[in-house]
């Protein structure tokens, strides 16, 4: 278990630096255009309300029956640890790939399950199949 924190520690902080807010150009040069989507509150997000914090994202969706929940339970333990370590400039942000189907609702309930701290994990919607792709 020691080492598994370990581990994980170690990817959250190689996600951390790359992923800081105080840019939207990532370490690849792709810049991270302007958001603003849907909550699983039903509330905006965007890009706006992340500046000056750190953030961590991921791509799921919520009729996803093999990686999906294990990479939730990742994003979980992370919001754990990061939330222990008392950082609390540290966001989590899931983009569903499948917005027809995860209304805000959908998203709420699938990361219940999860245990899903919502004061910092913002599952988000409301965009185009064509929008996330790109």
Known sequence: MKHFR?????IAAIILVSLSACSNVNKNGHKIENFT???QNGEKLGLKDLKGNVWVADFMF???AD??????????????EIKKKGYDDV????FSVDPEVDKPKALKNYASKFEADFSTWHLLTGYS??????
């Open 129 to 134: 199949q064509d929008k996330i792709k790109d």
């Open 37 to 39: 989507f849907t909550d």
């Open 62 to 64: 919520t009729s996803c």
């Open 91 to 94: 966001h989590f942000v899931s």
């Open 6 to 10: 370990l581990s994980l520690l170690l």
């Open 67 to 80: 990686i999906c929940p294990q990479l939730t339970k990742y994003m979980r333990d992370l919001q754990k």
